[in-house]
């Protein structure tokens, strides 16, 4: 079923599971971010990582994240408890609640870019009394489908990103450039640090968290 995406702009609370981290998250609409689902092999080694991959995951391994610019975020309490990880050297900036291990989202390593693809988990999109279609607007697309666990028959998932996606996203990215809302980031400093150390998983683990995602059934 194809759902229309909304003009109407939400501000959308945001908080972890134990409710140390809270904050906002306002511009959300199906015209001012992208909803996708992202089945990557890095995305499930992320929730595995964190210890509750069965909450973060759908059954075929999926992530559901809402791509948007940073500076439309911001948290009101528990700021300190952002923590940062890299499964590699070089890969991308996995930040979550330290207090709980609830994801928060995804960005570059560069705050230049006005990207954090923000993961469900800490979106309170069932705040209001519309549907989370109505809230975040449809699923764009479901993407590395090829690392989809179970049956992929129903998904209609791409292997990859397909290029008709790259247009609504450096769309996004290029307004939002113009607009200045690659800062404030609250993943970022004034230097353009992380505003967390990102801590880049040890090889051992890596191995293990892998060996635990590809491990059948």
């Known amino acids: 079923m194809d759902f229309p995406i909304l003009t109407r702009v939400d501000v959308v609370p945001l908080h972890c599971s134990c409710g140390q981290l809270r904050g ?8 001012r971010g992208i909803r996708v689902v ?7 080694a992320f929730a595995i990582f964190l210890g509750d991959a069965d909450r ?4 075929q391994g999926g992530t559901e994240i809402f791509q948007m610019p940073p500076a439309r975020l911001c948290f009101d309490a528990g700021a300190e408890r952002l923590a940062c990880m890299r499964l590699r050297p070089g890969g991308l900036l996995r930040w979550y609640a330290a207090c709980c291990r609830t994801p928060v989202g995804n960005t570059l390593s560069s705050p230049q870019v006005p990207f954090v693809g923000v993961i469900h988990s800490i979106l309170d999109a069932d705040s209001s009394q519309r549907s989370r ?19 992929r028959t129903p998904l209609g998932a791409h292997d990859k990103i397909p290029p008709a996606m790259l247009v609504p996203f450096l769309k996004m990215i290029l307004v939002a450039r113009l607009r200045g809302e690659h800062r404030p980031s609250p993943f970022f400093d004034a230097h353009g640090e992380p505003s967390a150390r990102p801590q880049v998983l040890a090889a051992e683990e890596l191995r293990r968290i892998e060996a635990t995602r590809d491990a059948p059934g």
């Open 133 to 151: 279609e109505e809230v975040l607007g449809p699923v764009r697309a479901r993407v590395h489908g090829r690392f989809a666990k179970g049956d």
């Open 24 to 31: 906002r998250a306002r511009g959300i609409s199906g015209r």
């Open 38 to 44: 992202c089945y990557c092999d890095d995305c499930q």
């Open 56 to 59: 973060i995951l759908d059954a």
